[in-house]
């Protein structure tokens, strides 16, 4: 259950410290200003610091004192953000990302994208005209086309996975204009790069749902960021002898977003301690990454010491509470078989017996 509790207009400027106010002020008037523990935002410039400003107006003996350990990004925009660095780079995407128009000017900056920015043009022009539509839908094609756009997260993914679909039509279409669509018509190489990225994106769509709504969950913060890590790495070295392809400059540009989000989840210790609560990871998740090279043992060190004081300091009550694992759902639902979840399995621990949940589960003692 997610009740929203209150909507609120913000009258002056979208300031940390306003909006701060605004949530302390909702909160005190719920009576549960202390027993706030995490909150999430989006990834915002004004929201990085929105956590300071939280602890500057909260009552005297919150635990929010040190506010910054308990703002944790929304998983959701942190994929997008990831998708769009793979779709754009450093492209001025704002200007590239609105309705349905066709200018010179603009078209030639999408091509500039690639592959996917010569299928997005096709698209358009497709889209821009009710006679091309209904000529496109006659040879064969999708009744339904899509376009990508600012909002819409895997706006891009439904518009390549579109294209491949439709390739023989779009290659029959583009012949029938090709005075029209000469600039954009698409290569051989560029529809194999086109496969690829609809590879690359699909488990980025499925990972979006599966971190969603009734199935996000704590832990899925830091193995999920993890998980799509490993699909632009395998981009990469899948093209690695072809690195002036696009999509090995995409990957690249996707591989840096995550890599800075991944050090964020690593440094919150309430993301390394939903994982090794999981009776399904536990400490040999993070000990594999150390295998993998993915981890130092330095790193893995210090998590322990921040999960075991996390523990001491905000959950212990001073005695062990033995639950079945049948008793004991967390959070885990039936999902799809999609590629997120299949990276889970070949992740996850065989757990038998009791779990028990207190200290010794989070630091093993010797």
Not at 44 to 64: F, I, M, P, Y
Not at 308 to 322: D, F, M
Not at 330 to 339: E, R, Y
Request: charged share 20%; proline share 3%; aromatic share 10%.
């Amino acid at each position: 259950m997610n009740p929203v509790i209150e909507l609120r207009i913000l009258e002056e400027s979208h300031t940390c410290a306003n909006m701060a106010e605004v949530v302390m002020e909702v909160l005190r008037e719920y009576g549960i200003e202390e027993k706030l523990g995490y909150f999430v935002g989006d990834n915002a410039s004004n929201n990085d610091t929105l956590d300071s400003h939280l602890a500057e107006v909260q009552v005297e003996g919150n635990r929010l004192n040190n506010a910054s350990d308990y703002c944790l990004r929304c998983i959701g925009h942190v994929i997008n953000i990831a998708v769009k660095a793979f779709w754009f780079g450093d492209v001025d995407r704002k200007r590239l990302q609105h309705t349905i128009i066709v200018t010179p000017d603009r078209m030639a900056a999408w091509r500039k994208m690639g592959p996917w920015g010569e299928a997005h043009n096709i698209m358009i022009e497709v889209l821009a005209s009710p006679l091309w539509r209904q000529e496109f839908q006659r040879l064969g094609g999708d009744t339904i086309l899509h376009t990508d756009n600012a909002t819409r997260w895997n706006a891009g993914y439904t518009v390549i996975q579109s294209m491949t679909r439709n390739e023989d039509v779009v290659e029959l279409f583009c012949l029938c204009h090709f005075d029209d669509l000469e600039d954009d018509r698409l290569s051989a190489d560029d529809w194999n790069q086109l496969a690829d990225a609809v590879d690359v994106l699909e488990p980025f769509h499925s990972a979006t749902l599966q971190m969603d709504g009734d199935f996000a969950e704590l832990h899925k913060l830091l193995v999920g960021v993890n998980f799509l890590q490993t699909i632009f790495t395998n981009m990469l070295h899948q093209h690695q002898a072809n690195p002036h392809l696009h999509i090995h400059w995409a990957a690249e540009e996707g591989i840096v977003v995550l890599d800075k989000y991944c050090e964020i989840y690593k440094d919150l210790t309430v993301c390394v301690a939903a994982v090794v609560l999981h009776p399904e990871y536990k400490w040999e998740y993070f000990e594999a990454a150390v295998q993998k090279l993915e981890w130092t043992n330095d790193q893995l060190e210090d998590a322990k010491l921040h999960v075991q004081a996390l523990w001491l300091t905000l959950y212990s009550t001073g005695s062990s509470q033995a639950v079945s694992q049948g008793e004991l759902q967390l959070g885990i639902h039936p999902v799809p078989i999609a590629p997120y979840a299949l990276w889970q399995v070949e992740r996850q621990r065989t757990v038998v017996g009791t779990i028990y949940i207190n200290s010794d589960q989070l630091i093993p003692r010797e």
